[in-house]
T-cell receptor, first 112, second 114 residues
């Protein structure tokens, strides 16, 4: 089955700097790659997703890139703010009938 | 509109007991998935239901079971609780049957087994 590796496990950046989180997946059939943000005491919230027919997607300060050949995808957050501090999870799904498989998460701390 | 509602928010149980957790999806969402979240293992898939049918089941022992009702509400049950079952149990709903679509998660039920 699908396996998703996520790096780094913790990341500290200065406010205003960029943050990059990387994930690799094992199943070449995977075609849907969402990213979730989890704040303390809350459930994960979908922040952006990308499908395999697209190489990059942006939403304001957040962007996701996908390299299907290398089987990796990344989350880029620019101009980080303290409210970006949270745990971020990547996930992958190999078909519409298999469950989302999650990476183990990255704890991002934005230092003011 | 209301989000995914999970009850109770917190639960403390003793080893050997059983527990039932409840999830009410967003109105109109017929797909419900359950995940177990622990610091060491991250988010691990438990079950997925669509229109009262279990579509997928994760690699958990038979002590973990679930069901979905005709109104799309879902419950999961854990029998003969073990200390290792302590975790945050998350429910997510989706408007589509396919898993290639954004899930909306609830805030979870924090289960502590003592």
């Amino acid at each position: 089955g699908e396996n998703v590796e996520q790096h780094p496990s913790t990341l500290s950046v200065q406010e205003g700097d960029s943050a990059v989180i990387k994930c690799t997946y094992s199943d070449s059939a995977s075609n849907y790659f969402p990213w979730y943000k989890q704040e303390l005491g809350k459930g994960p919230q979908l922040i952006i997703d990308i499908r395999s027919n697209v190489g990059e997607k942006k939403d304001q300060r957040i962007a996701v890139t996908l390299n299907k050949t290398a089987k990796h995808f990344s989350l880029h957050i620019t101009e980080t703010q303290p409210e970006d501090s949270a745990v971020y999870f990547c996930a992958a799904s190999s078909s519409g009938n298999t469950p989302l498989v999650f990476g183990k998460g990255t704890r991002l701390s934005v230092i003011a | 509109k209301a989000g995914v509602t999970q009850t109770p928010r917190y639960l403390i149980k003793t080893r050997g007991q059983q527990v039932t957790l409840s999830c009410s999806p967003i109105s109109g969402h017929r797909s419900v998935s359950w995940y177990q979240q622990t610091p060491g293992q991250g988010l691990q898939f438990l079950f997925e239901y669509f229109s009262e049918t279990q579509r997928n089941k994760g690699n958990f022992p038979g002590r973990f079971s679930g069901r979905q009702f005709s109104n799309s509400r879902s419950e999961m049950n854990v029998s003969t609780l073990e200390l290792g079952d302590s975790a945050l149990y998350l429910c997510a709903s989706s408007p589509r049957q396919t898993t290639n679509y954004g899930y909306t998660f609830g805030s979870g039920t924090r289960l502590t087994v003592v």
